[in-house]
Nanobody
């Protein structure tokens, strides 16, 4: 069982920055895949970024490349968000899985995660 607790959401103007944190009840420097997802109003949940706890590889959805950075340190997962846009408004969730192949597929699909946090809201205004 892995427990995850997000924090750091809030309201920001377009162009601003926020850093989300996710406390993980397991070692983030191990054979574990960690990810950030989001669900905007009226939209389906979508993957944002992945990090492989062992290999340290990171991958990003095309919509956030160059603006968001995923990292982990001492059992905390982070998502540094810069250049925020109104369309980044969403509930953001962190997720973990010990068995997932920690890669985005050629069809831009994210792996399936077993463990999820409760979410933290990010609102970007124009």
């Amino acid at each position: 069982q892995v427990q995850l607790v997000e924090s750091g959401g809030g309201s920001v103007q377009a162009g601003g920055s926020l850093r989300l944190s996710c406390r993980v009840s397991a070692s983030t420097s191990s054979a574990i895949c960690l990810g950030w997802f989001r669900q905007g109003p009226g939209k389906e949940r979508e993957g944002v970024a992945l990090i492989d706890g062992m290999l340290r590889n990171t991958e990003y959805a095309n919509s956030v490349k160059g603006r968001f950075t995923i990292s982990e340190d001492k059992n905390t997962l982070y998502l540094q968000m810069s250049g925020l846009k109104v369309e980044d408004t969403a509930m953001y969730y962190c997720a973990a899985d010990r068995s997932a192949r920690c890669r985005i597929t050629d069809t831009a699909s994210f792996p399936t995660f077993r463990y999820w946090g409760q979410g933290t809201q990010v609102t970007v205004s124009s």
